[in-house]
């Protein structure tokens, strides 16, 4: 089945500096990468997505990547700001296994002020 | 607009007991998705509803069981709890179709402790 990677598993950048979060996935047909922050308490939020027929979507601060003959797909955050501070998780949904989302282990952001 | 909406936001039950898990929905979503978080680990795919059929699942032992509603909502029924089944249980829907398609958002979630 489906495995996804994600790294780091933490993360420290002071305020306005950029970070990168990068995953990487197994299964060569997966077409569906969305993004994910969650905050203490809450349910995971989407923030961005991308599909296996783009290679970069940005969105404001907010930027994603896909590479998919490396199988890895990464989140650019610029400029950051201490709400940036959550739980990221990156996923992967498959053609052959529908309705699954396959999620990364998440990334703890801390942005300090 | 309403988001997806669970209930309850916590519950507590005792080993052995069942456990029941509510999800609304955004309305005209009619795909529905349980996933399971485990303290400070990542979400594991539960089970997909769409159009009142459960169309996937993870894995996860027989008494992990849903079903989804004629108004699209949907019930996550845990039988016979352990201790390791204490998480956040998480719902999330979509227009119809698998996520490739559309994008899936997340509720709030239910806390289930399992003493």
């Known amino acids: 089945g489906e495995n996804v990677e994600q790294h780091p598993s933490t993360l420290s950048v002071q305020e306005g500096d950029s970070a990168v979060i990068k995953c990487t996935y197994s299964?060569?047909?997966?077409?569906?990468f969305p993004w994910y922050k969650q905050e203490l308490g809450k349910g995971p939020q989407l923030i961005i997505d991308?599909?296996?027929?783009?290679g970069e979507k940005k969105d404001q601060r907010i930027a994603v990547t896909l590479n998919k003959t490396a199988k890895h797909f990464s989140l650019h955050i610029t400029e950051t700001q201490p709400e940036d501070s959550a739980v990221y998780f990156c996923?992967?949904?498959?053609?052959?296994?529908?309705?699954?989302?396959?999620f990364g282990d998440g990334t703890t952001l801390t942005v300090k002020p | 607009e309403a988001g997806v909406t669970q209930s309850p936001t916590h519950l507590i039950k005792t080993r052995g007991q069942q456990a029941t898990l509510r999800c609304s929905p955004i309305?005209?979503?009619?795909?529905v998705y349980w996933y399971q978080q485990a303290l400070g680990l990542g979400l594991q795919f539960l089970l997909w509803?769409?159009?009142?059929?459960?169309?996937n699942r993870g894995n996860f032992p027989p008494r992990f069981s849903g079903r989804q509603f004629p108004n699209y909502s949907s019930e996550l029924n845990v039988n016979a709890l352990e201790l390791e089944d204490s998480a956040l249980y998480l719902c999330?829907?979509?227009?119809?179709?698998?996520?490739?398609?559309?994008?899936?958002?997340f509720g709030q979630g239910t806390r289930l402790t399992v003493v």
């Open positions: 991308i599909r296996s027929n783009v």
């Open positions: 996923a992967a949904s498959s053609r052959t296994n529908a309705g699954k989302s396959t």
């Open positions: 509803y769409d159009e009142g059929e459960e169309r």
């Open positions: 999330a829907s979509s227009f119809s179709g698998p996520p490739g398609s559309t994008e899936a958002f």
């Open positions: 309305s005209g979503h009619t795909s």
């Open positions: 299964d060569s047909a997966s077409n569906y």
